[in-house]
């Protein structure tokens, strides 16, 4: 039987998240008979993990879904096994790579893709915390649908499956290697009340995130479609579309990987970065292999958590982060896509040593205008005062940190890449062990 793993990465309280989850893993197993491996990696406080807990023990029973609701402790006891296993150098930096002390979005779902491995799955499908989906005629609107249907088949079997087919010819004897769609709702990052407060300000400041050198007018209307996903139009039937799915497209909370990606490339362990979990999406777009984009978008939503004045203070550094990695990984995305199909060997699968290569190199430029893009954000959120003026006095106190970090973060990713296949390898021996 086919198994694939529909994992919740969290770290704070999400209980009715987990409950519709689930239902989605029924939904899942029910509609294709599969079995569905609930992953939930927790890695909340005492209070929430035991409320948590309570929460999956009053899961209704499935035929086809087996939970598995793994705490830090856990996890850790799982990651020791498989490095130990795998005879990687460097035992415990790869440990702090995979379950580091601060919040990793790239590093959770590795300990996802790890553990898939583990469990014999073909894919993993990921949702987040903070998101809900939508109902049409009163029933909820699984994206589990569109990836069960579309991971892992050869494109041109597909086509006949979904509304339409965008993809060049090329590509149609290679398997779908990703299915997504994005979501509705809240921005997916946390920029509203900048742009509400002064607009010429959240232009300078997300136009950040643009690559350099793009033209002014491409430009303003990426800023524009920044982080807005699929804006606020409801669901209302379904439209797919085989396609190279366009990063831009597609969020994390709402996709599917084939395990032929994510068994070869890991996601960047980089802490307190976000966007740092979407490289993956990135290289299957920039190898040419094949995905379906659909509309069966999540609803997105800030927990209250992150509108707190820790919460925000914590979230703009993960914000500030991201943009001083954007610079490495613009770097890296234009090595992918001179690369094309030489990102993958004779056999179609993704050359591990070719991405590891251009990571490498990323973190070997000289980044002087990474300084300016501090400057930016202190000037800015200065002129923004309240709690912007207090994360500016944040950035302000760990400039040398986040500068050298920034660079740091690329040159660990390299090194988890060169380990990857060794550690999954390990994953799948240990999975079968533990079967017999």
């Known amino acids: 039987m086919r198994r694939v793993c529909l994992t919740l990465p969290t770290d704070r309280a999400c209980a009715a998240t987990i409950r519709a989850v689930a239902e989605e893993a029924a939904y899942g197993a029910r509609r294709f008979g599969v079995e569905v491996c609930l992953l939930i990696l927790d890695s909340s406080g ?26 830090e402790a856990g996890q850790r006891r799982f990651l020791r096994e498989v490095i130990a296993r795998s005879g990687v150098a460097a035992p415990e930096r790869v440990l ?105 300000i959240y232009r300078e400041v997300v136009g950040l995130s643009v690559p350099a050198g793009y033209p002014e007018i491409w430009r ?26 366009a990063p831009t497209r597609v969020d994390m909370c709402n996709i599917g990987f084939d395990r032929e990606v994510y068994a070869r490339v890991p996601l960047p362990p980089a802490t307190d970065t976000i966007g740092s979990d979407y490289f993956l999406i990135h290289l299957v777009h920039d190898a040419r292999l094949p995905g379906v984009l659909h509309n069966r978008h999540i609803v997105n939503f800030h927990t209250g958590e992150r509108r707190s004045d820790s919460g925000f203070l914590a979230y703009q550094l993960r914000l500030a982060k991201f943009l001083l990695s954007t610079p490495y990984f613009d770097a890296v995305y234009a090595r992918m896509r001179e690369a094309g199909d030489a ?64 660079r740091t973060d690329m040159a660990e990713f390299a090194f988890l890449i060169d380990v990857w296949e060794p550690l999954t390898r390990a994953g799948a021996v240990a999975g079968a062990a533990h079967a017999r």
């Open 343 to 406: 990102l993958l060997d004779a056999a179609g699968h993704v050359r591990a040593d070719a991405v590891a290569e251009s990571v490498r190199d990323s973190a070997l430029l000289e980044r002087t205008d990474n300084a300016e893009r501090l400057d930016v954000l202190d000037r800015s959120y200065r002129k923004l005062g309240g709690r912007y003026a207090m994360a500016a006095d944040l950035f302000a106190a760990r400039r040398d940190q986040l500068l050298a970090e920034a």
């Open 46 to 71: 005492d209070q929430v993990l035991a409320e948590h807990r309570e929460v999956v023990d009053a899961l209704a029973p499935a035929p086809g879904v087996v939970v598995h609701h793994l705490d």
């Open 220 to 245: 303003g209307n990426l800023i524009e479609e920044s982080f807005r996903g699929a804006g606020t139009t409801p669901f209302t039937g379904d439209l797919t579309t085989l396609t190279r799915v």
């Open 96 to 200: 702090d790579l995979m379950l580091p002390a601060r919040a990793s979005y790239g590093a959770c779902t590795n300990r996802a893709f790890l553990i898939a491995e583990a469990l014999g799955c073909a894919s993993v499908h990921r949702r987040d915390s903070d998101s809900r989906y939508q109902y049409l005629d009163g029933e909820p609107v699984f994206p589990l649908q569109h990836e069960l249907a579309h991971l892992g088949r050869r494109a041109d079997e597909v086509a006949g499956l979904v509304s339409r087919s965008r993809l060049d010819p090329a590509y149609a004897q290679r398997p779908v290697a990703l299915v997504g769609g994005s979501f509705v709702g809240e921005m997916s990052v946390d920029v509203a009340e900048i742009r509400r407060l002064d607009p010429g």
